[in-house]
Each structure stands twice: as structure tokens, then as C-alpha cells.
């Protein structure tokens, strides 16, 4: 069970981030200012809020010991303060003057990174205050970071969608392309994978991107080799870009915030749905475990930052949440047996898998293919999941006629799942799109004239906006 403790409401603009020490939680935002709460009673610090950023502060994060916090700001710096008292220990200049999106420390506080919008990354002495090593990627804004739990590399990711590990001697030991869309976070474990060999460690990294996906990477340790990064699996549980992951400081769970509107919790161990929180109502920016207490911290475009508190009696007990986001149409297999289950019809389940029954197919099931095809002899069980069926199909009209004439596709009047834009201006569903054109028709099927070009652009604003109204609309 997850509870909703406390809402801060102290901010005028966007929550871009959250960060927890031992005694206190950081918050910053678009509105320039840093704010720090104590975690006996959340009220807000009496030399709070920070101000000296003279734009948006786009990240802020405490150093292991929790004595200095460091902010990043539009306006190109990184500030150092202290966070006992709030007073400002030092100001460190981006060498380019860029944005800087994202700022961390390493394990042992003697080194802070930052990475900026014209994709310079940066190593600053943390004691100094002076710059030890500057390097860049070769493409997009540095918007994400991540230390290694030994401290010996750090992750960065980039808005073109590239995860770069770096050694402490900013040589750039790796480049992987791991989210096709863009990189908005990404995050160590703090806790070895259990059953590593000797003298080699292994470790999860969380990334998560525009393309509504987080993906774990496991990355080893070895002493004389080096390293290595290799993917290990893909969380599919938002319907919209994730701007934020975490892990907890066991590394027991792992949390993600998304443009849907929603918190997931997950269970790192059998990457399972704990639990889906959708109190925000604007996209979900940033999410914080704090270290030594069971508690989570969400910040959001809504302005505010919501507080959760985990009971850990019932934290193994929590079962997936797993309630497809999609139309029943678009329903997998695998889909189609978690609604059986729910449904209380698991003992249909293999006779189903059997048989390849998907949304589309579920929906076109009759009386007379549960008995002749499926083979389900009990005349009530081929009631009760003809009764449940054609409930799913109510729900599906409904929603049909409640689709935005946008989300439709002219082609086939259907909602559309991967909109492009034609050099007529209009938006069709690619495949659609792409099988008018195969045909030989050059023209537009809205208008009829000649089209100019037959490129085909994704319309990812589109696709964002019916992504959105599928979440809401499954929330109702």
C-alpha cells in the first residue's frame, strides 16, 4: 500500500526536479527558486527558498553526505550551497555558457558532473570548486547522469537518445544508442546484482526515454578488464514519453514518472506493477526515494510535489496492477490472459493461448466458436464469457464514438497509432498512408490535388496527444 501523505505547494511554475538527503527533500523549478523541506514535518526551512539563478533551475541533487546541494540553471551555471544554512559556496560557469540541464555527484563527493544543452559535459573538483575535465557528445543536449555505485564511471544520456559511460578520467568508454526518441533520465542501483562472481560486480541502470519506455542495463565490474553494459530487459507499463526514473535505495523498487500522468512503481526483481499512482494532474517531471525511510517524492508540471508513504508490511504482499491501456482491439495474447484472470475465467486461459486468441479475435467470438472451435463445453462458462465480451464491446462503442475527429485517420476512420504528416499537411496512419501511395496514388486523400512529396513525417506531437487521451480516457 501506497498512501499520499503531503502535497507541497510552494512553487509557481514547473517541478523540474526533487532530491532527498537524510533530513531534508530539494525541490527546484522553473520559477527559478530551490526549496528545502525537513522530513520530521515537511514544513519548509527558514532560509528557504534558494535564489540566485536567474532562470529555470532544471536539476538539484544533495552529495552522499547531504552538507552541500548543487543546482543547475538555464542561465549556464552550477551552484554549490550549503545545506545547513542556504549560503552559496560557490558558483561554477559553464565553460560554453550553455544551459546546463543536469548536475550529480560522485559516491565519494570529490567530483561533480555537469552536462548542458550544447552537450559539453563537465567534471568539477567538488572541494576546489575549480574545473578538472570537460568533454562532449557528439550529438544533442545532455539532459541525463548517473555515477556508478564504485565511482569509478558515470552515465550520461543525451536528447538524441545515446547512453555514454565515461571513466573518471572523462575517456568516453562506450556509446549505445538506447532510446530511438531521446533520453530524459537515467539512474544506478545502488545495490550489487546478487550472485556475482568473485571480483566481479554487476549492477542495474535504469534508463527511460521519449519512446514511453524504460529499459533496464546491467553493467559488471571487473577489476583488470574494465567493464561491460549489456540490455537486459524493457518496462512497457506507460502509454506516453517517461521523464523520470529512480531506483530506491535498496534497489528493491524502481520508479518512473511520465508524460501520462502517472507514478509505477515497480519491483526490480521480477519487474512487476506494484503500484500505479495518478494523482498528478499534469505530467509527472521528477521521482525521488528518499534513503533511509520509506518514502517517495513526485514533482510535476501541476507545481506541486506530492509525498508518498510505503507500508512495509504489505510492500511483498502488492500484486501487479495489469490493466492494458489500449483498445481491447489492440489487446496481445498475453492481454487477453490477464483479462481472464481478472475476470475470474483462468482455467480458459491455455484454451485461448491455444487457439492465438487476441483482442481482435476475443471481440468476434460467438456462442457457436466457444463450443465448436475453442471446444468449451460448459453452456454457462459460454455464457458468462459471451456476457463478459460483450461488455468489452459496449466499452469499445463507447470510446469510438468519443474518439476526437483528430485522432482519426481519413484513410480508415480508425484511431490512429502511428500518425505521419503528408506533404498535403494532413495526418494519416503511416501504414495506411504508406499503402495509398504504394498503390500509385499521388494524390491527397483529403483534397485530391497532386501531392509535392511523397516523404512522410512523424507527426510525434500527434501521437503524444492520443497517447494522453487513451490514458485519461482508461482512468475514467
Known amino acids: 500500500m501506497v498512501k499520499l501523505i503531503h502535497t ?9 526536479c526533487c532530491a532527498f538527503s537524510s533530513s531534508l527533500l530539494a525541490t527546484c523549478s522553473l520559477d527559478k527558486t530551490i526549496r528545502l523541506y525537513s522530513l520530521s514535518d515537511f514544513t519548509e526551512v527558514p532560509y528557504s527558498p534558494l535564489k540566485f539563478h536567474t532562470y529555470a533551475v532544471h536539476c538539484c541533487c544533495f552529495s552522499p553526505s547531504g552538507h552541500i546541494l548543487a543546482s543547475c540553471s538555464t542561465d549556464g551555471t552550477t551552484v554549490l550551497w550549503d545545506a545547513q544554512n542556504g549560503q552559496i559556496l560557490a558558483v561554477m560557469e559553464q565553460p560554453s555558457g550553455s544551459p546546463v540541464r543536469v548536475c550529480r555527484f560522485s559516491p565519494d563527493s570529490a567530483c561533480l558532473v555537469s552536462g548542458a544543452s550544447d552537450g559539453t559535459v563537465v567534471l568539477w573538483n567538488a572541494q576546489s570548486y575549480k574545473l578538472h575535465r570537460c568533454a562532449s557528445v557528439k550529438d544533442g ?7 556508478s555505485p564504485p565511482g569509478n564511471l558515470f552515465v550520461t544520456g ?43 560486480q554487476f549492477f542495474q541502470l535504469a534508463s527511460c526515454g521519449q519512446d514511453c ?11 583488470i578488464l574494465g567493464f561491460e553494459l549489456k540490455y537486459k530487459s524493457t518496462l512497457t507499463g506507460h502509454c506516453a514519453p517517461v521523464l523520470a ?19 509505477i512503481v515497480y519491483d526490480t526483481n521480477t519487474e512487476n506493477i506494484l503500484h500505479t499512482l495518478t494523482q498528478h494532474t499534469r505530467y509527472v517531471t521528477t521521482c525521488a526515494f528518499a534513503p533511509n525511510i520509506l518514502l517517495l517524492a513526485t514533482g510535476s508540471m501541476d507545481k506541486t510535489v506530492k509525498i ?16 492494458p491501456k489500449q483498445f481491447t482491439e489492440n489487446w496481445s495474447e498475453d492481454d487477453v490472459s490477464n483479462w481472464l484472470c481478472a475476470e475470474g475465467l483462468e482455467d480458459l486461459v491455455d484454451i485461448f493461448k491455444m487457439n492465438n486468441i487476441d483482442g481482435r479475435e476475443l471481440l468476434n467470438l460467438t456462442k457457436e466458436s466457444l463450443a465448436d472451435d475453442l471446444k468449451i463445453e460448459s453452456l454457462g462458462l459460454r455464457s458468462k464469457v459471451l456476457r463478459k465480451i460483450e461488455e468489452l464491446r459496449t466499452k469499445v462503442k463507447t470510446l469510438s464514438s468519443e474518439i476526437p475527429d483528430e485522432f482519426i485517420c481519413p484513410i480508415t476512420r480508425e484511431l490512429m497509432k502511428d500518425p505521419v504528416i503528408a506533404s498535403d499537411g494532413y ?15 499521388r494524390t491527397s486523400p483529403m483534397t485530391n490535388l497532386v501531392l509535392s512529396s511523397m516523404i512522410l513525417t512523424p507527426n510525434r506531437t500527434l501521437k503524444m496527444a492520443i497517447n494522453r487521451w487513451l490514458s485519461e480516457t482508461h482512468q475514467k
Not at 543536449?141 to 555515477?147: D, H
Open 427 to 441: 495526418s494519416y496512419e503511416k501504414e495506411a498512408m504508406e499503402n495509398w501511395i504504394s498503390k500509385k496514388k
Open 245 to 263: 526514473c529512480a531506483f530506491s535505495h535498496d534497489g528493491q523498487m524502481l520508479v518512473s514518472g511520465s508524460v501520462d500522468k502517472s507514478v
Open 141 to 147: 543536449s545532455l539532459v541525463a547522469c548517473a555515477f
Open 213 to 223: 519506455q524504460i529499459k533496464i542495463w546491467v553493467i559488471s565490474f571487473i577489476h
Open 308 to 323: 508518498w508513504q510505503f507500508e512495509k508490511e504489505t510492500l511483498c504482499q502488492a500484486k501487479i496492477q495489469d490493466q
Open 158 to 200: 543525451s536528447s538524441c537518445g545515446d547512453l555514454t559511460v565515461w571513466d573518471d578520467k572523462m575517456r568516453c568508454l562506450h556509446n549505445e544508442k538506447a532510446h530511438d526518441l531521446g533520453i530524459t533520465c537515467c539512474d544506478f542501483s545502488s545495490q550489487p546484482v546478487p550472485g556475482g562472481e568473485e571480483g566481479l
Open 8 to 16: 507541497l505547494a510552494d512553487h509557481d511554475d514547473d517541478v523540474n
